[in-house]
T-cell receptor, first 112, second 112 residues
């Protein structure tokens, strides 16, 4: 399983970012996928998840209405559109296949 | 939400000695397909999390057999038969039985 996350960066509160994750080494189109955040010096927090065909989507309460998860099975890509960003959204964002972490994550910093 | 509670949160160990980490869930983790979706992750300093154990007791490919998982219902345990220097880091339990997926707080394994 290899997952390559990208799209992170420094953004001001209220701004937007779009994260992407390109998958390889497994059958992406049949896999449940998630985004997980790890704040500085903190533990792991599930942010959002999506079913293999995209029909089922879930969000943590803290991001509901601000973040949108999507996937393109033909391109083996998972995305996370992050709007109205808050300081507390800061962290390293990992793309996961279920409970498998296959990448280095992408860093999101929300600060003025 | 399913609350995952780990203990201890810090475990000083002597190299070559065993170690054990407990994880308790606030609800049962048996899914509709009959499987129990409880995993154990290892995060070494400066690295991404890596899954060691899935579905309570199944070791991932390449995981040394000194690691073992057990448990049922709401009580689960990760055991290391003889701790080696490369085992130092933070260990998390994670449930993927239902959304939101949730993690334990993490247990820091450190050399005594």
């Amino acid at each position: 399983v290899e997952l390559v996350e990208s799209g992170g960066g420094l953004v001001q509160p209220g701004g937007s970012l779009r994260l992407s994750c390109v998958a390889s080494g497994f059958t992406f189109s049949t896999s449940w996928m998630n985004w997980v955040r790890q704040g500085p010096g903190e533990g792991l927090v599930w942010v959002s998840g999506i079913s293999p065909d995209g029909s089922r989507i879930g969000y943590a309460d803290s991001v509901e209405g601000r973040f949108t998860i999507s996937r393109d099975n033909a391109k083996r890509t998972l995305s996370l559109q992050m709007n109205s960003l808050r300081v507390e959204d800061t962290g390293l964002y990992y793309c996961t296949r279920g409970s498998i972490f296959g990448g280095r994550g992408t860093l999101v910093t929300v600060s003025s | 939400d399913v609350v995952m509670t780990q203990s201890p949160l810090s475990q000083p160990v002597t190299l070559g000695q065993p170690a054990s980490i407990s994880c308790r869930s606030s609800q049962g983790l048996v899914s509709s397909d009959g499987s129990t979706y409880l995993s154990w992750l290892q995060q070494r300093p400066g690295q991404s999390p890596r899954r060691l154990i899935y579905e309570v007791s199944n070791r991932d490919f390449g995981v040394p057999d000194r690691f073992s998982g057990s448990g049922s219902g709401t009580d689960f345990t990760l055991k290391i038969s003889r701790v080696e220097a490369e085992d130092i880091g933070v260990y998390y339990c994670m449930q993927t039985a239902r959304w939101p997926n949730t993690f334990g707080q993490g247990t820091r394994l450190e050399i005594k």
